[in-house]
T-cell receptor, first 115, second 111 residues
Framework: EPEVTQTPSHQVTQMGQEVILRCVPI?????FYWYRQILGQKVEFLVS????????KSEIFDDQFSVERPDGSNFTLKIRSTKLEDSAMYFC?????????????FGEGSRLTVL | EDQVTQSPEALRLQEGESSSLNCSYT??????LFWYRQDPGKGPEFLFT???AGEEKEKERLKATLTKKESFLHITAPKPEDSATYLC????????????FGSGTRLSIRP
């Protein structure tokens, strides 16, 4: 069964360092998303991406964040200068059609710990 | 502001003991309401989409229903493998490409 894969599964970094989280969405999907979940809190929307540009972003997704689809398979989230409050589980998701059915396919997540 | 509130936060049931989880929502024009299941350390897994009041969807021991203000996830004769956190989420007309999640109900089924 096709799945969304994310790397790394866990990354520990020092405050102020740059981090890149990588995702390989399902191959025929066209819409890509990043969500995050701080421990014990809700899953929160960060950004949606289609046709090589951002469709929508939340207030959390400030200038420190960026997304890119550098080739035909990868979708990355970059945090330029990490803060302690960026510690969370980051989930990549993809969908075949534009969210009409609500069916997002999520990866298993990348746990980011900022020290 | 669009909001999703789930109750209870946690629910412990005996195997075979049926119950319901609640999701109340406030949204400026509901495009869709979704239920997901999340196992510890994993990403959410899609279960159902409901679009309009009165709609029902079923999958194995789960049935989701929708009214104008809330949704229920009914679980009938649950088994230990149904233990997970169940997340409710909404998509608003005002924001077509994101879904807003509730905090979830942590369901535990004892054998």
């Amino acid at each position: 069964e096709p799945e969304v894969t994310q790397t790394p599964s866990h990354q520990v970094t020092q405050m102020g360092q740059e981090v890149i989280l990588r995702c390989v969405p399902i191959s025929n999907h066209l819409y890509f998303y990043w969500y995050r979940q701080i421990l014990g809190q809700k899953v929160e929307f960060l950004v949606s991406f289609y046709n090589n540009e951002i469709s929508e972003k939340s207030e959390i997704f400030d200038d420190q964040f960026s997304v890119e689809r550098p080739d035909g398979s990868n979708f990355t989230l970059k945090i330029r200068s990490t803060k302690l409050e960026d510690s969370a589980m980051y989930f990549c998701a993809s969908s075949e059609v534009f969210l009409n059915t609500g069916e997002l396919f999520f990866g298993e997540g990348s746990r980011l710990t900022v020290l | 502001e669009d909001q999703v509130t789930q109750s209870p936060e946690a629910l412990r049931l005996q195997e075979g003991e049926s119950s319901s989880l609640n999701c109340s929502y406030t949204v400026s024009g509901l495009r869709g309401l979704f239920w997901y299941r999340q196992d510890p350390g994993k990403g959410p897994e899609f279960l159902f989409t409901l679009y309009s009041a009165g709609e029902e969807k079923e999958k194995e021991r789960l049935k989701a229903t929708l009214t104008k203000k809330e949704s229920f996830l009914h679980i009938t004769a649950p088994k230990p493998e149904d233990s997970a956190t169940y997340l409710c989420a909404v998509q608003a007309d005002s924001s077509a490409s994101k879904i807003i999640f509730g905090s979830g109900t942590r369901l535990s089924i004892r054998p």
